[in-house]
């Protein structure tokens, strides 16, 4: 099963990154846990993984004003992994672009 979301390139976590080179944050899917996401990360990207964290973020409800009225809406709830490498080891995410 593929838990890997998408990676995460923000400014947060190019901080974390520039702080520490062997760092870096993915989106996944909110049932994984932290030994599937270092198979798969090690599967996908031949690299060592090291230690695996992870944040649960809950969806927020958001509301604007329009021509219409008011609109409500919710921001969908994620989980985010940031994954410690091996030294040496590196992700280049813009290779297959």
């Known amino acids: 099963m593929a838990f890997i979301i998408k990676p995460l390139v923000t400014e947060k976590v190019s901080k974390i990154t520039d702080k520490?080179?062997?760092r870096y944050g993915f989106v996944v899917k909110p049932e994984a846990n932290k030994l599937q996401i270092k198979k798969e990360v090690e599967s996908?990207?031949?690299?060592?993984?090291?230690?695996v964290n992870t944040i649960l973020y809950a969806g927020k409800r958001q509301a604007r004003y329009?021509?219409?009225g008011l609109v409500k809406g919710q921001k969908n709830s994620f989980k985010k992994a940031i994954v410690t490498l091996k030294d040496g080891d590196t992700i280049d995410f813009y290779s297959n672009i």
Do not use: E, G
């Open 20 to 22: 520490q080179p062997n």
């Open 44 to 51: 996908l990207y031949n690299v060592t993984v090291v230690d």
């Open 66 to 68: 329009t021509k219409a």
